[in-house]
């Protein structure tokens, strides 16, 4: 069967009336969507509005996938101007799969199912409405309400992927955990909604901070989590350093007010062995966090490991 006649079922008409849409038609029109539908990322889904995207792990791809067993540049989704696509694999180390084979290039149907490490993708065409409303339902899943990043849960369900992988493969996992400083007088002090508002801000300060390959979470009250790949314990210094700078030089303001903030850091750098568990490397992050605060406050302390675990 011929690319074209493949994708004949995939391509959405659209009624125009002198060549152009109203804001109402323009809402209805069906746009193709990449859908993640198992493994980390799940319910994600990212409109194909370029021509060309490299799906991957790494910093630089245009869709960062969280997946461990996804290569760097894993593959490319090309959308042409008949609205077909073609999937190619970029060579990847675990390959990419259609129907249990797999394959190196592949034009694509809305019943085509890839799989791609532990992740299975596919893309669908939905109007601007459905696609939102699909967004609001993940949104509420696995996003904080207040910061719009990652809440408690979904951070441990993807940390959970990149530990095991760490593990497997003897790597290098970074988990860095801050907290505002007097967060409870700042409420006091300025009013609740003051203190929602250094949250969000504080939020927007890490993320700006985050590669798109890590992962930045609300871990409770006022106590963020962050996840760092493949980072070195000195670059993990350097970068917590950087945050913990920008924080006490930002001018934090509600109503009107300036609202003076710093915050404390914990940094553990931990090459993953067979003995080491999640829980374990986020209290040792949690306890120098707690070392910071003892210590006098904005400040950041480098974990510890006692002799029989050695630091790594």
Sequence with gaps: MSPSRKNGSLLPSTTMVNGTLDHDQAKRVLE???????????????????????????DEADIVIGDPKISRRHCVFTVFKDRRILFEDLQST???????????????????RILAGDTVMRIDYKCYSEAESEQALYRAAYTDALTGILNR????????????????????????????????R?????GHPAGDQVLKDLSAILSEQMRKEDLLARYGGEEFIMLLRETPVDAAIGWAERIREAVM????????????????????????????????????????????????????????????????
């Design 94 to 112: 675990n390959g990419s799969f259609l129907g249990g084979e797999r394959i190196e290039k592949h034009w694509l149907t809305m019943q085509d």
């Design 153 to 184: 849960g979904a951070f441990m369900q993807r940390a959970h992927e990149e530990f095991s992988f760490c593990k497997r493969n003897n790597a290098l996992l970074s988990i860095v955990m801050c907290d505002v400083d007097h967060f409870k």
């Design 249 to 312: 030089c930002y001018p934090f303001n509600y109503q009107g007010q300036t609202i003076p903030t710093t915050i404390s850091i914990g940094v553990c750098t931990r090459r993953i062995s067979a003995v080491d568990s999640l829980p374990t490397i986020i209290r040792i992050a949690d306890d120098a966090l707690y070392l910071a605060k003892q210590n006098g406050r904005n400040r950041l302390e480098i974990a510890q490991f006692n002799s029989a675990a050695g630091p790594r």
């Design 32 to 58: 193709p969507y990449l859908v993640i539908l198992s493994g980390c990322d799940r319910g994600r889904q990212f409109k194909l509005e370029q021509q060309s995207y490299v799906i991957g792990r790494s």
């Design 186 to 190: 700042k409420n006091d002090t300025y």
